[in-house]
């Protein structure tokens, strides 16, 4: 292997523990449900995707081919964390989970406004 695929690997690898340890501390740091729930669904989704793509490029190019499994978990994180993220948020919200009190938008209330108003 090249010097600069050894980087390249070393950069994603190192960028994805980065971004998931972020995500750790915005999980205990945050101050309710939505932006802990933003932060892990967010961070540690580009993060994994990061240490995926090194393992892809390490593979592929110490052993010339690629593994499937590889490309099936970046498609299976690619589309379900930003929906089980979202989704989770909605049934916080909808359960009546209150919003931090420095909060500024609250967008789903307005949108709930307005479909119930439009309902009758």
Known sequence: M???V???IGFFILAGAFLCLIATFGVIRLPDVYTRNHAASKA???GVMFILIGTFIYFYSSL???NS???LGFVFLFMTSPISGHLINRSAYNSGVKLWDRSVRD???TYN???EKNRF
Do not use: C, G, Q
């Open 6 to 8: 050894n980087f390249l």
């Open 113 to 115: 406004e307005a479909k």
């Open 69 to 71: 499994r590889l490309i």
């Open 107 to 109: 967008d789903l209330k």
């Open 2 to 4: 090249s010097l600069i």
């Open 44 to 46: 540690t989704t580009l």
């Open 64 to 66: 010339d081919h690629f």
